[in-house]
């Protein structure tokens, strides 16, 4: 069966600090992977995806960037973090162009 | 611009009844709409997707109905329970690009 997997969980980061948030996928082959920021009660703002090795789609200019170095591995970054950046990060994957498969999510917060 | 309107931010209902959720769009053409449950601090799950030429579809006490001329979902829990509280995202295929699209979701609150 397929996990996605996440971490970490919980990240406290000083404003100018970088990020690096991890996203694998286990159990599927060539998938299509998302990033996605949730603003507290808000919904979901889609960052990036990935359709394979090496091909980003950026959604919105922003602070951020991702890669994708492995099949199944999805990478979110930035080299310095702004107070805006707070907020919860879903990677989630998919087959085809329709139902998608969240991971547990990280919770980032910028002080 | 295109558009994804969840009817209410939150919604309060008895247990036992009927909860009907809205999901409107504009400037999309979707080959089908989606829908969610998020609980707090956790991602989507996926409940139940819907084409262009359905109707409506059923899962156990959730029924989805699709409507491409009013570009409207309707999002029903019967026999509502307190677990069904939650946050329920609707989504659209986005036909020009390799995504989907979120609405911002609403918070269903199921009093027992």
């Known amino acids: 069966s397929q996990t996605i997997h996440q971490w970490p969980a919980t990240l406290v980061q000083p404003v100018g600090s970088p990020l690096s948030l991890e996203c694998t996928v286990e159990?599927?082959?060539?998938?299509?992977l998302y990033w996605y920021r949730q603003a507290a009660g808000r919904g979901l703002q889609l960052l990036f995806y990935?359709?394979?090795?090496?091909?980003i789609s950026s959604e919105v200019p922003q602070n951020l960037s991702a890669s994708r170095p492995q099949d199944r591995q999805f990478i979110l970054s930035s080299k310095k973090l702004l107070l805006s950046d707070s907020g919860f990060y879903l990677c989630?994957?998919?087959?085809?162009?329709?139902?998608?498969?969240f991971g547990p999510g990280t919770r980032l917060l910028v002080l | 611009s295109q558009k994804i309107e969840q009817n209410s931010e939150a919604l309060n209902i008895q247990e036992g009844k009927t909860a009907t959720l809205t999901c409107n769009y504009t400037?999309?053409?979707?080959?089908?709409l989606q829908w969610y449950r998020q609980d707090p601090g956790r991602g989507p799950v996926f409940l139940l997707l819907?084409?262009?030429?359905?109707k409506e579809k059923r899962k156990e006490r959730l029924k989805v109905t699709f409507d491409t001329t009013l570009k409207q979902s309707l999002f029903h829990i019967t026999a509502s329970q307190p677990a069904d509280s939650a946050t329920y995202l609707c989504?659209?295929?986005?036909?020009?690009?390799?995504?989907?699209?979120f609405g911002a979701g609403t918070r269903l609150t199921v009093k027992p």
């Open positions: 400037n999309y053409s979707p080959a089908y």
């Open positions: 990935s359709v394979g090795i090496g091909q």
């Open positions: 819907i084409r262009e030429n359905e």
């Open positions: 989504a659209l295929d986005n036909a020009n690009n390799n995504d989907m699209r």
């Open positions: 989630a994957w998919s087959v085809q162009r329709d139902r998608q498969y």
């Open positions: 159990g599927t082959s060539n998938p299509n």
